[in-house]
């Protein structure tokens, strides 16, 4: 066991991470806190000390959290309300509704009705212009959905970047988040926009990002500004509706020939989408 040996914060965050990983594939077995501190060789209180002050949550509160979360992606795919519970392994209905209406303030009646565009806005239609992201790469899959690869960045180890170094970037306050293909490759790049490269930190990457018409969707804020988990799966859910279900039922499609993207700033974050009118797009083809 650990004894008196402290873990660096890195050890922390591994075992958190671990943990994470193991919950996400046995949702529906007795997941505790003391079975995880076993399985890990952690003492149950410094497991608990580590969720806590990593993730902001106890072990129970986030199995319950990812429980809520398979229930709403299972009402997103049009199923009932009672095969959502069982499918995300809720023993109970009223622990099931509860724990489902505290974390997206509608009850799941409500979020299947609308199939969860209550939490949705209409985008706006406008022009954003080109830049280039400074950034983090991370190493993807060879499959991208946005529906369940958004926010990706929130489940990375960033490498550490000097404020010198950082603050030579050039960029703002805002950070923007996309998938990139590379040498056949699949990365999401997280970082600032700039419109002129002018230093590139060691470890991080630049890609380049073309503007044009965009429909911009926000994404709705977690009660806590700072509960990541909820976020992810905010912008998740944005991408859901952006691409399933705004988009077949508007007057645009999406332009294949430029880069969707994330865009975070101070709590204002959105998703954006390039789009060309359908009409046009159309007219296009015809020409071809």
């Not at 608990?48 to 986030?62: K, M």
């Not at 909820?230 to 020939?257: G, H, M, R």
Request: aromatic fraction near 14%; charged fraction near 25%; hydrophobic fraction near 35%.
């Amino acid at each position: 066991m650990e004894g008196t040996t402290r873990k660096s914060k890195a050890a922390q965050k591994a075992i958190v991470k671990a943990c994470k990983r193991y919950i996400e594939t046995h949702l529906g077995e007795n997941i505790t806190l003391e079975s995880l501190a076993e399985r890990y060789d952690v003492p149950s209180r410094n497991l608990w000390r580590y969720f806590n002050n990593i993730g902001g949550y106890s072990v129970a509160e986030y199995i319950r959290l990812r429980k809520v979360h398979l229930a709403a992606r299972a009402l997103l795919h049009g199923k009932t309300v009672n095969d959502a519970m069982e499918s995300s392994f809720f023993r109970s209905k009223t622990h099931f509704v509860d724990s489902f209406t505290e974390y997206y303030g509608i009850s799941p009646w409500q979020f299947k009705k609308t199939r969860g565009m209550e939490l949705m806005k209409e985008p706006r239609i406008m022009g954003r212009p080109e830049f280039n992201i400074v950034g983090y790469i991370f190493k993807g899959t060879e499959l991208i959905d946005w529906e369940d690869s958004g926010a990706y960045y929130i489940t990375q180890d960033f490498p550490q970047v000097s404020p010198r170094d950082w603050a030579r970037i050039g960029g703002g306050a805002d950070m923007v988040g996309t998938w990139m293909v590379k040498n056949d490759t699949h990365y999401y790049i997280f970082g600032p926009g700039v419109k002129e490269v002018r230093f590139i930190p060691e470890g991080l990457d630049t890609f380049y990002v073309p503007g044009g018409q965009f429909a911009v969707f926000p994404v709705p804020k977690p009660k806590n500004p700072a509960d990541s988990t909820v976020l992810c799966e905010n912008v998740q859910v944005t991408w859901f509706y952006a691409l399933k279900q705004w988009i077949p039922a508007s007057d645009y499609e999406v332009d294949d020939t430029r880069i969707p993207y994330e865009y975070y700033l101070d709590g204002e974050n959105s998703v954006c989408v390039p789009v060309v009118p359908r009409e046009e797009l159309l007219e296009e083809q015809r020409k071809t």
